[in-house]
């Protein structure tokens, strides 16, 4: 995979005892707008990760809206993670809306 312009990304297999995983941790600026390529990109890391025979987990800071169900951007990122059989587990929101400014 070619160094991907629109994230960064760090990627380890962990072990512990007998249990070992590959672990994806993804970070696109929240200051940029989603490019059409970020999923081009994506897609790609996705199909390196996809090979290994462990349990895979992708993690980290996509700056997608998520709440937001009838984004294009958000419809998809959902369909790209089903596509490799990711699921999308957020824990909690990251997002704060801020008070307008009058």
Known sequence: M???STFEYVCARISAGQYS???LVIYRPGS????PIFFDEL???FDVVATFQ???YVVGDFNIR?????DANTKQFVDL???YGFACQPTTATHTALPAVL
Do not use: K, T
């Open 2 to 4: 070619d160094d991907p």
């Open 21 to 23: 995983a590959i672990v």
């Open 32 to 35: 940029s707008a989603v490019q």
């Open 43 to 45: 897609s790609s890391a």
């Open 54 to 56: 462990e349990a895979v």
């Open 66 to 70: 998520l709440e937001h169900c009838d």
């Open 81 to 83: 993670l089903s596509h």
